[in-house]
């Protein structure tokens, strides 16, 4: 157990819908990273929160967006879902400081969209 | 733009052999160098990294090079067992601090170890 967490872990919806995914934090942790796992496929990073503030971009579709919270957990809203999109969501989290690299991956989001 | 090339895509080996795995970044300022395993509908979980200073990291089994000049670095896996069945992602970041960390991940390596 590495100390994030993610609900919900499984998402079932219908195309064009929206959702939300919510990842805490281990405790002490600033920055929170979402990535996007499709089936079969590597890492691919989305977005980074560093207390509270946007921190870098990656391949986020403008249907995308996330926030960081002020008691730091995140919230990844999904919206005009596509087939496409489904795939496994993972944030991750890691700790301020000198060493700030390590990052703590959650158990992840399976979101399936029919 | 940054990228991480990572290869092979799949590996097979016997039990008892050893594993390698290569990736090769090309953002300079990279410093920072860690290995995941992800086991199948698992999270990725840290196995072994790097930093820029070090040359080389042993951890039992496992072992990362590093070649800054190069920009590639390495995953060496000895007396692979069944367990390590898996797949492998190489990541590269500038590891600053203030959070400018972001992660760049390689496609993956799909490991395959036979008994």
């Known amino acids: 157990d590495s100390g994030v967490t993610q609900t919900p872990k499984h998402l079932i919806t219908a195309t064009g819908q929206r959702v939300t995914l919510r990842c805490s934090p281990r405790s002490g942790d600033l920055s929170v990273y979402w990535y996007q796992q499709s089936l079969d496929q590597g890492l691919q990073f989305l977005i980074q929160y560093y207390n509270g503030e946007e921190r870098a971009k990656g391949n986020i579709l403008e249907r995308f967006s996330a926030q960081q919270f002020p008691d730091l957990h995140s919230e990844l809203n999904l919206s005009s879902l596509e087939l496409g999109d489904s795939a496994l969501y993972f944030c991750?989290?890691?700790?301020?400081?000198?060493?700030?690299?390590?990052?703590?991956f959650g158990p992840g989001t399976r979101l399936t969209v029919l | 733009g940054e990228n991480v090339e990572q290869h092979p895509s799949t590996l097979s080996v016997q039990e008892g052999d050893s594993a390698v795995i290569k990736c090769t970044y090309s953002?300079?300022?990279?410093?920072?160098f860690p290995w995941y395993k992800q086991e199948l509908g698992k999270r990725p979980q840290l196995i072994i990294d790097i930093r820029s200073n070090v040359g080389e990291k042993k951890d039992q089994r496992i072992a990362v090079t590093l070649n800054k000049t190069a920009k590639h670095f390495s995953l060496h896996i000895t007396e692979t067992q069944p367990e390590d069945s898996a797949v492998y992602f190489c990541a590269a970041s500038r590891g600053l601090s203030g959070g400018y960390n972001k992660l760049i991940f390689g496609a993956g390596t799909r490991l395959a170890v036979h008994p």
């Open positions: 991750a989290s890691s700790v301020p400081g000198l060493a700030d690299n390590e990052q703590f």
């Open positions: 953002d300079s300022a990279s410093n920072y």
